[in-house]
């Protein structure tokens, strides 16, 4: 195994658990999500000289997050973006409900259904900020958007989930559940 | 600062990205505004619940095989050509080094070191497997191989706990190679062994791709200070697989 392949292995493999969690909220399935990381790691790694040190973890998520788009606007030409579905969702949280007991699981639940449900530029930024812990500048740069967009972009993103949440909870209380 | 304006920066300020003179304005407004209070409390006990409870996906285990499959090919054209060339480069080394030889009494050249060794350790690999010597101890546990090593090295070697990706440890032997004792750590799967040597780099440092000969396929790397050389009958992408995984379970 060359140097070149081994130093990306011990920089990039560690945040593989990283590069999949924002790709399958991105793209919203797991095989998609799959093929999206793998085509994000061989970007990265034909692009690894241009890697100047530095957090590695936020410069594989850009590409991650490219590379879900890549996927995205292939997608978007083959078919018609698919609107969301009520039904689906309410029966999705409704199984699950069987399954979950406590007020943990069923806040979990409700955070998963309200957070699928915001488009996914919002639902990006959520994920990088709140769980990745990237810093403004470093989702200003991933994004390609300069920081006031950030900081209007996150607010509202904040602002979505928050309602998407109060709603999601309010129909699971009022089936009873 | 009226509210609205608070509003559009309250998120900046509580994940503290505010900066200049707007945060102490803002600061300012909570102080007297009760309800951009209220908001600032909900915002950020939002953004907490967020954190703690939000499900985060867990990689499956398959797509490591498969990102390391693709880094393989992504870099192959690379190591196609250079293993092209190894093959007459070593040649023209060898018949070199044989000129130098004839010339000289002195042969110490460092591509006939390599060589040395590859044939040194194909021999350890090839004994280990006619001979009824595999290993001096057996055992599946690392945690009995590693110290059975102590006191008969003067290095501790890691022993690597492959199970999950399908290697069985069969245990460790003690091996002449680079003319010094070395540990030998041995693994199997299905019909193939694998035989691990470890030692210091303090005799020189190796590293090279898989290479085959013999019918054997063969790599080495050092890795924090110590040299490792593996061999086994089995595909070459075989090798570099199991190089992957060991250099991942060994203790970097």
Redesign the interface.
Known sequence: ??????Q???IF?PH??A???LA??IVQN?QD??DV??EA??RA??GFHGFRGGNGRAWLLTIVRNAAYTWFNKRLSDQKWVPYVEEKHAEIISIDQSATENR?EK??ED??GA?ERLPPEFREV?IL???EGL??KELALSLGVPVGTV??R??RA?QR??EE?AQVKTRRTANGL | MDCDEVSRLLDAYLDGELDGTARPEVQKHLVSCADCRKEADRIAGFSSLVRATLPMYKAPAELKAKIRASLREASAPESHWLFRLRRPLMYAAAILVLGFGLASAFRTYAPNRNQELISQAIANHACSLMVDHLVDVTSSDRHIVRPWFNGKLDYSPPVADLAQEGYTLVGGRIDMLDKRPVAAIVYRRGSQVINVFVWPVASGKIDFDVQSDRGYHFCGWNQAGLNYFCISAATAEDIEKFEDEFRDHANL
């Open positions: 195994m060359g140097d070149e392949r081994r990306f292995d011990e493999l593989l658990d590069a999949y969690n399958r909220w797991d999500a799959q990381v793998q790691y061989i790694f034909k943990m806040q979990k955070l998963r957070l959520i900020y709140e769980i810093s403004y900081m209007s996150l607010s904040r989930l928050r949440f």
